[in-house]
């Protein structure tokens, strides 16, 4: 058991670090409205490391004016801690903020074996409770096992544009010609810095990148689900990188990396689970043939470029359409939608998104960095009109770096929308 002088000294300094922390530089984000504050459901947010899950909850917390206890387990000096060591943390809890407390953020909690054992014990006795976590499965799916549907999930992607923006302190409505200048200056910065939060501020980009991959292989991965082979689950990783975008071939992967094809599924997988990726499936009544054409984005642009030995393809198509898809699943998510790519056959030019409520395509999207070209205009917009046909929908959107315009075109309307004016769109 750890002594319980440490726990004190140890949250201690952790409640000094918050306090003197300034908050007024934190940025807005949209997730806060997702928080409920008076409901007895644990509040967890889930999403890859460093993302901001932590500076989410403490800034709600605080400006709603809210008394909390915290405990970042995340921190080496609690880092073999057990679950009998629980109730001393809140033990210590209660003498550093005090008995009538109720409101507990638990930060990283799932670092501590039986910790839901914890969480549920403390659900029981009417105390609120905030939980970050960066494991997808030792979250959602632990969580769903055993608090029973008790507790809100809130998933937390790195900055969005609009995030990127409003940090960097972009003007994101005025219409003057500096204004859109500097737009899109900042896009061409975004899809190469990425929108982690710390590494705005940081100089040496390509270390802050290669120990955040590390930490996810090693701490979210290695250990959590005891992997032998840590070198061919970092090549996998990478290879991923450096092939954004593109569909899966589990054959060659495991080709490549001289591992069983059984191993690479698991190695993705894990890699997904710690929100590195996110996949997307083929829209496809056969579940079969959604589970075989799977393509993977990474969770945020700036992982590409900042690695080392990096030779991730410099196609800004590409870039765009990771962006598209990750700010896709942040509007999506919430609103119970569902998002898919569409290829009616192997020869055929795919649709990038088809976003779906149930089993009804909503919207088609398609993303093209440049249509200025007659014939890659003819190939996106045909692509649109055919899916729109089979699919049933009408609602047909094109995203590219262009001005922003409806045209009429075999008898549908297409959108054509600025990619800028899409991410920068108010919801």
Same mark, same amino acid.
């Given at each position: 058991?750890?002594?319980?002088k440490?726990i004190?000294?140890?949250?201690?300094?952790?409640?000094?670090?918050?306090?003197?922390?300034? %908050?007024?530089?934190? /940025?807005?984000r949209?997730?806060?409205?997702? @928080?409920?504050?008076?409901?007895?459901?644990?509040?967890?947010?889930i999403? $890859?490391?460093?993302?901001?899950?932590?500076?989410?909850? %403490?800034?709600?917390?605080?400006?709603?004016? /809210?008394?909390?206890?915290?405990?970042?387990f995340?921190? *080496?000096? &609690?880092?073999?801690?057990?679950?009998?060591?629980?109730?001393?943390?809140?033990?210590?809890?209660?003498?550093?903020y005090?008995?009538?407390?109720?409101?507990l953020? &638990?930060?990283?909690?799932?670092?501590?074996?039986?910790?839901? #054992?914890?969480?549920?014990?403390?659900l029981?006795?009417?105390?609120?409770?905030?939980?970050?976590?960066?494991?997808?499965?030792?979250?959602s799916?632990?969580l769903?096992?055993?608090?029973?549907?008790?507790?809100?999930?809130?998933h937390?992607?790195?900055?969005?544009?609009?995030?990127?923006?409003?940090?960097h302190?972009?003007?994101?409505?005025?219409?003057?010609?500096?204004a859109?200048?500097?737009?899109?200056?900042a896009?061409?910065?975004?899809?190469?810095?990425?929108?982690?939060?710390e590494?705005?501020s940081?100089?040496?980009?390509?270390?802050?990148?290669?120990?955040? /991959?590390?930490?996810? $292989?090693?701490?979210?991965?290695?250990?959590?689900?005891?992997?032998?082979?840590?070198?061919?689950?970092?090549?996998?990783?990478?290879h &991923?990188?450096?092939?954004?975008?593109?569909?899966l071939?589990?054959?060659? /992967?495991a080709?490549? #990396?001289?591992?069983?094809?059984?191993?690479?599924?698991?190695?993705?997988?894990? #890699?997904?689970?710690?929100?590195?990726?996110?996949?997307?499936? +083929?829209?496809?009544?056969?579940?079969?043939?959604?589970?075989?054409?799977?393509?993977?984005?990474?969770?945020?642009?700036?992982?590409?470029?900042?690695?080392d030995?990096?030779?991730?393809?410099?196609?800004?198509?590409?870039? &765009?359409?990771?962006?598209v898809?990750?700010?896709?699943?942040?509007?999506?998510?919430?609103?119970?939608? *569902?998002?898919?790519?569409y290829?009616?056959?192997?020869r055929?030019?795919?649709v990038? @998104?088809?976003v779906c409520?149930?089993?009804?395509?909503?919207?088609?999207?398609?993303?093209?960095?440049?249509?200025?070209?007659?014939?890659?205009?003819?190939?996106?917009?045909?692509?649109?009109?055919?899916?729109?046909?089979?699919?049933?929908?009408?609602n #047909?959107?094109?995203?590219?770096?262009?001005?922003?315009?409806?045209?009429?075109?075999?008898? +549908?309307?297409?959108?054509?929308?600025?990619?800028?004016?899409?991410?920068?769109?108010?919801?």
């Open positions: 058991m750890i002594n319980e440490i004190l000294q140890t949250l201690t300094e952790q409640q000094d670090y918050t306090t003197s922390s300034n %908050h007024s530089k934190w /940025i807005s949209k997730e806060e409205t997702l @928080f409920e504050f008076n409901s007895s459901l644990a509040q967890v947010v999403g $890859v490391r460093r993302s901001g899950k932590s500076t989410l909850c %403490h800034k709600v917390l605080l400006e709603h004016d /809210i008394k909390y206890g915290y405990v970042n995340d921190d *080496d000096r &609690l880092a073999n801690i057990k679950t009998e060591d629980l109730n001393t943390i809140l033990s210590c809890i209660y003498q550093i005090s008995t009538d407390i109720q409101y953020f &638990l930060d990283e909690i799932q670092n501590v074996d039986g910790w839901y #054992l914890f969480v549920n014990r403390l029981r006795t009417g105390l609120h409770l905030f939980i970050t976590g960066s494991n997808a499965k030792l979250l799916g632990e769903a096992t055993h608090l029973t549907g008790r507790y809100n999930e809130i937390l992607y790195p900055f969005s544009f609009a995030e990127y923006c409003d940090f302190g972009i003007n994101k409505h005025s219409i003057t010609t500096k859109d200048a500097e737009r899109k200056l896009f061409m910065d975004y899809i190469n810095i990425g929108g982690f939060p590494i705005q940081i100089k040496n980009k390509r270390a802050y990148v290669q120990s955040l /991959i590390e930490a996810i $292989v090693t701490k979210d991965i290695q250990k959590r689900f005891n992997v032998k082979n840590v070198d061919a689950l970092r090549k996998t990783a990478h &991923l990188i450096n092939n954004a975008c593109q569909e071939n589990y054959d060659k /992967i080709e490549f #990396l001289n591992i069983t094809d059984n191993t690479t599924r698991k190695y993705i997988d894990y #890699l997904r689970q710690a929100f590195l990726f996110q996949l997307l499936t +083929k829209h496809s009544f056969k579940s079969k043939k959604r589970l075989r054409n799977t393509k993977a984005y990474i969770i945020d642009p700036g992982i590409q470029n900042n690695r030995n990096a030779f991730a393809a410099e196609n800004i198509g590409w870039r &765009l359409e990771n962006v898809y990750i700010e896709l699943l942040r509007r999506c998510a919430n609103n119970f939608l *569902d998002i898919y790519y290829k009616s056959s192997s055929a030019k795919e990038d @998104f088809v409520s149930q089993n009804k395509a909503i919207e088609l999207i398609q993303v093209a960095y440049d249509i200025e070209n007659e014939k890659t205009f003819n190939r996106e917009v045909s692509s649109l009109i055919n899916a729109s046909s089979a699919l049933s929908c009408n #047909l959107t094109l995203i590219a770096f262009t001005d922003t315009k409806n045209i009429e075109l075999q008898g +549908k309307t297409i959108h054509i929308v600025s990619a800028i004016d899409w991410l920068l769109k108010e919801l």
